[in-house]
């Protein structure tokens, strides 16, 4: 079902009246909504009980002033929010975003989303995200640590392992997280698991960092076992360079696939000979430890820099956008449909506008969308607070496995609530929103009216 359908219009006619100036938030209810309204529409309970209507207004958002005082003692003043999106099957989880691009609207977007992705882990957990319009890139250690404090002497009042448990995206990773919960422990005087992606010393689970980009292929791996394929000997284009694209970049050479491009915001590299074992540990020093830019690749290993260009003109079998929000526009889907694209797997979130993902879908590729595809990193986001509320921590294998598994159950739970029949391929995108919603929304019918 697409926009001509009517009801469609007007709930999102009322949804941008409602919320007016977040471009972002109406694209991510607008996919969400043209496959769950056909579903809705069969079910008087839901429809009786508004449940789109109330699943599209956040419990609450919290926004407030981060000041901070930069190493030349210039006093700084960020913006920052917490959504808390949707408790209805668990604590408040998701990841906070440290990026100039931030907004209300974006972090909507994001919040929005994570209610179904977490809910098709499996695992109990609400929806949430949180973020700042701080820019990580160019501040020193110190600089980034003080920002952390004074956020956190803030957003430490509305978290807790039972309420609330904030983690890593976009611009926070290790160090991030580390500063945050250093400063939550000492404000509230409790050693818990209320942030997750932790340093393993205190508190991380083995496999987080790896999460999101393994279990992207593992996803991508279980789309391509459903019909007969595997990743093996695949060529793949992946975007970015940062925690998602690395550790999708190493499971995929693992499972035998050649990898031929990554790229940052300055650009694109292309490694027509396939980026190695080696050639990636070089990469992980240099975002990981030295924060440089990836152009540097190819004056280390050669292959080209296409400078300020994405990565889907190149041609592929897999394509793994792992970077930001709309990375695949229209004219970019063109390129990578008639460059003969067999799969499109979403290591970011909503990476691919509407149009483009019809676009692809039309032309007949698979298509794995991010509330599934990436759902790995916040599945062991929660067995990180299972591993913390239990006082034990588990060993890789052990991790790994249960993500496996999860990835496996999640692909199972995409094919089940797809709208395909006999050979048809199948619909993931309507799989994974009505999978996704299914549990929230009978919880929230039996709630009652809240
Ligand atoms: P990182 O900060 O580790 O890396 C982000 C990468 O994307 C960098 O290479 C960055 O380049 C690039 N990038 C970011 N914004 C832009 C932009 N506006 N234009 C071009 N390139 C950009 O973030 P993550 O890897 O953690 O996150 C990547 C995506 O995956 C996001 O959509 C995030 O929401 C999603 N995700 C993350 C999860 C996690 O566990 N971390 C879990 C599930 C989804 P540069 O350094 O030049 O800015
Ligand atoms: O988008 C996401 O799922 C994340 N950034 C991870 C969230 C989490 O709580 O681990």
Not at 52 to 73: A, K, M, Q, S, Y
Not at 264 to 278: A, Q
Not at 405 to 416: E, L, N, P, S, T
């Amino acid at each position: 079902m697409r926009s001509e359908n009517g009801d469609v219009e007007k709930f999102m006619a009322g949804l941008r009246k409602r919320n007016p100036g977040e471009p972002e938030f109406h694209q991510a209810v607008h996919e969400v909504v043209e496959t769950l309204m056909p579903y809705v529409r069969d079910r008087p309970a839901y429809q009786e009980a508004q449940i789109l209507e109330r699943l599209t207004e956040p419990d609450r958002v919290v926004i407030f002033r981060v000041c901070w005082e930069d190493d030349e003692h210039r006093v700084r003043t960020n913006r920052a929010w917490r959504v808390q999106f949707n408790n209805s099957i668990g604590p408040y989880k998701g990841g906070m975003r440290f990026h100039p691009s931030v907004t209300l609207g974006v972090l909507k977007f994001l919040g929005f989303e994570q209610i179904f992705k977490n809910s098709l882990t499996g695992l109990p957990m609400g929806g949430a995200k949180g973020g700042s319009n701080f820019n990580p890139k160019g501040k020193s250690d110190f600089e980034v640590m003080r920002f952390c404090q004074s956020l956190m002497v803030e957003l430490h009042r509305h978290i807790g392992e039972d309420t609330d448990v904030p983690a890593g995206d976009i611009g926070v990773g290790a160090r991030e997280i580390s500063y945050l919960f250093g400063h939550y422990k000492r404000l509230a005087n409790r050693f818990t698991g209320t942030l997750t992606g932790k340093g393993l010393a205190f508190g991380g689970s083995l496999v987080r960092m790896e999460a999101t980009g393994y279990g992207c292929v593992y996803f991508c791996e279980n789309m391509l076992n459903h019909r007969d394929d595997s990743i093996k000997g695949k060529t793949c284009a992946v975007s970015g360079s940062g925690n998602v694209a690395l550790y999708a970049v190493e499971k995929a050479i693992e499972l035998g696939a050649k990898v031929l491009t990554l790229s940052d915001s300055g650009g694109t590299i292309v490694d027509k000979e396939g980026i190695d074992t080696e050639k990636l540990a070089w990469v992980k020093d240099l975002k990981e430890k030295r924060r440089g830019r990836i152009s540097e690749y190819v004056e280390k290993f050669g292959g080209e820099y296409l400078e300020d260009q994405r990565p889907w003109s190149v041609p592929c079998d897999v394509a793994f956008p792992c970077a930001t929000q709309n990375e695949i526009e229209l004219e970019d889907a063109k390129k990578l449909l008639a460059n003969g694209v067999q799969i499109v797997c979403e290591g970011a979130n909503m990476p691919t506008d509407l149009e483009s993902m019809h676009a692809l879908r039309d032309g007949g590729v698979l298509f794995g969308p991010a509330k599934a595809a990436n759902a790995g990193g916040v599945a062991v986001s929660g067995l990180e607070q299972s591993q913390n509320a239990l006082r034990l921590s588990w060993s890789h294998q052990e991790v790994d496995q249960r993500l496996q598994v999860i990835m496996r159950d999640i692909h199972a739970k995409c094919v089940q609530y797809s709208n395909h029949g006999g050979d048809d391929p199948v619909d993931y995108v309507t799989g994974a929103n009505v999978g996704g919603f299914v549990k929230v929304a009978d919880a929230m019918v039996a709630y009652g009216i809240v």
